[in-house]
């Protein structure tokens, strides 16, 4: 994963590889999240770009209403709230493997997303 920043937007991209035989054809590839939440991090990054995790939390079983909304009552709390970023741990799949395999991972999030999933 990189991260890089453009003034004050950081954007993050995931590079994946993907070797094929002669006989395969290329596939669209991606992790794709399945929406299940087991797990949130709230982070922002310091003048030296250097990301700084403010609330994370991370569990086997799916997240309840009430970490959900102890989530959002510490977004609601900060002070600035427009430079935070948001992933959720979640189970994906992914193209790259052809066994179809679950992944659990960070998957990166919008602020839309995060108050319509964590608003509970």
Known sequence: ?????????HKEYMYITLS?????KPTKMGIYSNGKIFG???YHFTEDDIGNTLFEEKQDETMTHAQMREAYLFY?????????????????????????????????ISLNQFLEHFNV
């Open 1 to 9: 994963m990189k991260n890089e920043k453009k003034g004050n937007k």
């Open 20 to 24: 094929l035989t002669p006989r395969q």
């Open 40 to 42: 949130l991090r709230i």
């Open 76 to 108: 609601m709390c900060m002070e600035n709230k427009n430079e935070v970023f948001f992933k959720i741990y979640t189970e994906c799949n992914t193209t790259q493997y052809i066994e179809n395999k679950k992944i659990m991972e960070w998957f990166p």
